[in-house]
């Protein structure tokens, strides 16, 4: 079991920055690919970024590339999430997942945290 927690969600104006982190609390962290996964009402859990466990390679979805940066700090078993240049659009609950594979579907990530509201106003 590797139990994950977000947290630093919030609003922000349109144009706004804003700094998600997901923080394991077991397991081996450092050997898993994590992702951020966003879900706006009434619309498919979406991918947005994923860093690799051992590469430390990152994979961003397009619309966020430019604009978000995914990192992680093994030794304090923590991933980052930064936006920046934020829009409305991307207003949805995100969602930090670790998975074995370097995978980006929802179905592929096996461990899940509670999720966080990112609220962007126009």
């Known amino acids: 079991q590797v139990p994950l927690a977000e947290s630093g969600g919030g609003s922000v104006q349109a144009g706004g920055s804003l700094r998600l982190s997901c923080a394991a609390s077991?397991?081996?962290?450092?050997?898993?690919?994590v992702a951020w996964f966003r879900q706006a009402p009434g619309k498919e859990r979406e991918f947005v970024a994923a860093?690799?466990?051992?590469?430390?390679?990152?994979y961003y979805v397009d619309s966020v590339k430019g604009r978000f940066t995914i990192s992680r700090d093994n030794a304090k078993n923590t991933v980052t999430l930064q936006m920046n240049s934020l829009k409305p659009e991307d207003t949805a609950v995100y969602y930090c997942?670790?998975?074995?594979?370097?995978?980006?579907?929802?179905?592929?990530?096996?461990?899940w945290g509670q999720g966080t509201q990112v609220t962007v106003s126009s």
């Open positions: 860093i690799n466990g051992g590469s430390g390679g990152t």
């Open positions: 077991g397991g081996t962290f450092s050997s898993y690919t």
């Open positions: 997942a670790a998975g074995y594979f370097w995978l980006f579907r929802a179905s592929d990530y096996i461990y």
